[in-house]
């Protein structure tokens, strides 16, 4: 399933492109006992912009609770969710200054 939303680029001839990204979704038969199936949807998030990121969280949500309307669901890949605590101080703040340029 494609995802919407990406960061676009600009590149030297004029033209632009968008970094595409998609879910896989497939339905795993279980142990009996745990269920007749279960959903997993894999997926890679965008990797530079929190907005765009967000678009493709809200976007896949929506599209897991179609797909897997009626099975509990798991949702894996590299969401690219990160936060302070993962950077050191001074790359923190070199992170802040790239971000202010935008």
């Not at 590149?11 to 279980?30: A, F, Q, T």
Request: aromatic share 4%.
């Amino acid at each position: 399933v494609h995802v919407e939303g990406g960061t676009i680029f600009n590149l030297p001839d004029g033209s632009s492109k968008r970094i595409s990204r998609g879910i896989l979704c497939v339905r795993i038969k279980v142990p009996p006992e745990l269920g007749p199936e279960l959903g997993v949807a894999v997926t890679h998030l965008d990797h530079i912009c929190d907005e765009q990121r967000l678009v493709q969280a809200n976007h896949i949500i929506e599209q897991l609770a179609t797909v897997f309307s009626d099975l509990p669901h798991l949702l894996v890949g590299d969401l690219n969710a990160t936060g302070r605590d993962d950077y050191t101080e001074a790359q923190w703040t070199t992170l802040q200054a790239k971000h202010k340029e935008r």
